[in-house]
């Protein structure tokens, strides 16, 4: 898989770090033994997971110095955040993912709207990004008022959104047209990037009567095919996506993202965009150009766009292998929430390579600060 580093860099593309970290790695699946310590109070939940907390508490409370210079304490073992306002002082921008850190599904999470609120009034810049792609950043500006939160389009940074950026910075040419295998949200996209497209939900009924003799037409100008979350997916995009790459002279392969699973709802993990991009990667034996996270494409964009220094910013998220890695590949701050798919015990497990700065229970962790002066 190959990643891409900065707007500017055209094919220039480096090998991705730690990209491919198991999915595993974040699974619940996998347990250690904490040690015994009875001095630790908290506040958690009940029981077992009370138990497990509290001494998962107990054993990053020693390494909670708060020295974070930017990149230093990445390898070390997260601390848990005992200072919020040191880190929000730090920091001039917080980037967030959503789904495990402002919602989970369609229910916000408890004390995300007075965290947000008490950033902003703290003067912070807030960004939201995701790597779904089905959606466009105006349809995701829809689902935070949906949630009663008042979020501009503009710090709204989708995989869809992403993958239109990129073909803008590389100046894809327009007599071109993209084939898309996802949702609406990057055809959406690459419309108002004024790039033509084929192919995504129409193509969603498509079916092959393999006859003897049969061939494929395809379009020739097809310059880049974007591979995003598609429920519909089937072989005739498959088809199609592999005799673009396969047969139009320096055709692209784009990724919005590779994730391995998504939450399509709470009872489990949904087959995510990586199994539609691994389709394709089978068919061509090529790797794709991956825009969404934990590519630095989008950290890089936005650095630019809003003249941000990447040590100013904070990325948090709920995933070790898309945001953390994210966070550490782009220079930032990191700080892990469990409200979302990673435990504390996958997080502090010795099979676990991605430690963030910190990591919190939510992110209305971060609240307490208010009650400090002068944050
Ligand atoms: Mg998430």
């Given at each position: 898989m190959q990643t891409i580093k900065g707007a500017s860099a055209h094919l220039a593309l480096a090998p991705t770090r730690k990209f491919l970290q198991s999915d595993a790695g974040s699974h619940p699946s996998h347990s250690i033994l904490f040690p015994i310590c009875k001095r630790v109070s908290l506040l958690w939940s009940s029981g077992n997971r009370r138990s497990k907390m509290q001494q998962g508490v107990a054993k990053t409370a020693a390494a909670a110095a708060s020295t974070f210079e930017n990149g230093s304490d990445v390898g070390k073992n997260a601390s848990y955040l005992t200072d919020p306002a040191e880190l929000i002082k730090s920091v001039e921008t917080f980037i967030f993912d959503c789904d495990g850190v402002i919602w989970k599904g369609d229910t916000l999470i408890d004390g995300v709207p007075k965290t947000l609120e008490l950033l902003r009034s703290l003067g912070k810049r807030l960004v939201f990004v995701t790597n779904n792609s089905t959606k466009s950043r105006k349809q995701y500006g829809k689902k935070f008022e949906t949630l009663g939160l008042t979020i501009s389009e503009e710090e709204i940074f989708a995989s869809s959104f992403a993958a239109a950026a990129y073909l803008k910075s590389i100046q894809f040419p327009l007599e071109k047209k993209v084939y898309v295998i996802g949702e609406v949200g990057i055809q959406k996209e690459l419309e108002q990037a004024g790039i033509s497209y084929l192919g995504g939900p129409e193509d969603g009924d498509k079916k092959i009567d393999l006859k003897p003799g049969q061939l494929m037409e395809h379009d020739h100008s097809v310059g880049a095919v974007v591979v995003g979350f598609d429920r519909y997916i089937n072989y005739y995009k498959i088809q199609y996506a592999t005799l673009c790459l396969r047969e139009n002279p320096g055709c692209l392969f784009i990724a919005t993202n590779c994730d391995a699973v998504t939450h399509l709802t709470d009872a489990q993990e949904w087959a995510g965009g990586g199994s539609m991009v691994g389709a394709v990667k089978?068919?061509?034996?090529?790797?794709?150009?991956?825009?969404?996270?934990?590519?630095?494409?989008?950290?890089?964009?936005?650095?630019?766009?809003?003249?941000?220094?990447?040590?100013?910013?904070?990325?948090?998220?709920?995933?070790?292998?898309?945001?953390?890695?994210?966070?550490?590949?782009?220079?930032?701050?990191?700080?892990?929430?469990?409200?979302?798919?990673?435990?504390?015990?996958?997080?502090?497990?010795?099979?676990?390579?991605?430690?963030?700065?910190?990591?919190?229970?939510?992110?209305?962790?971060?609240?307490?600060?208010?009650?400090?002066?002068?944050?």
């Amino acid at each position: 898989m190959q990643t891409i580093k900065g707007a500017s860099a055209h094919l220039a593309l480096a090998p991705t770090r730690k990209f491919l970290q198991s999915d595993a790695g974040s699974h619940p699946s996998h347990s250690i033994l904490f040690p015994i310590c009875k001095r630790v109070s908290l506040l958690w939940s009940s029981g077992n997971r009370r138990s497990k907390m509290q001494q998962g508490v107990a054993k990053t409370a020693a390494a909670a110095a708060s020295t974070f210079e930017n990149g230093s304490d990445v390898g070390k073992n997260a601390s848990y955040l005992t200072d919020p306002a040191e880190l929000i002082k730090s920091v001039e921008t917080f980037i967030f993912d959503c789904d495990g850190v402002i919602w989970k599904g369609d229910t916000l999470i408890d004390g995300v709207p007075k965290t947000l609120e008490l950033l902003r009034s703290l003067g912070k810049r807030l960004v939201f990004v995701t790597n779904n792609s089905t959606k466009s950043r105006k349809q995701y500006g829809k689902k935070f008022e949906t949630l009663g939160l008042t979020i501009s389009e503009e710090e709204i940074f989708a995989s869809s959104f992403a993958a239109a950026a990129y073909l803008k910075s590389i100046q894809f040419p327009l007599e071109k047209k993209v084939y898309v295998i996802g949702e609406v949200g990057i055809q959406k996209e690459l419309e108002q990037a004024g790039i033509s497209y084929l192919g995504g939900p129409e193509d969603g009924d498509k079916k092959i009567d393999l006859k003897p003799g049969q061939l494929m037409e395809h379009d020739h100008s097809v310059g880049a095919v974007v591979v995003g979350f598609d429920r519909y997916i089937n072989y005739y995009k498959i088809q199609y996506a592999t005799l673009c790459l396969r047969e139009n002279p320096g055709c692209l392969f784009i990724a919005t993202n590779c994730d391995a699973v998504t939450h399509l709802t709470d009872a489990q993990e949904w087959a995510g965009g990586g199994s539609m991009v691994g389709a394709v990667k089978g068919s061509t034996k090529k790797e794709p150009l991956v825009v969404g996270k934990p590519s630095t494409f989008m950290m890089d964009y936005l650095s630019k766009k809003f003249q941000i220094e990447k040590s100013q910013i904070c990325m948090v998220g709920d995933r070790l292998d898309t945001d953390i890695l994210f966070g550490q590949n782009g220079g930032c701050k990191t700080l892990l929430v469990l409200s979302g798919v990673t435990t504390l015990e996958t997080l502090q497990s010795p099979e676990n390579t991605i430690q963030p700065h910190f990591w919190a229970h939510q992110l209305s962790d971060l609240l307490s600060a208010q009650k400090l002066a002068n944050v």
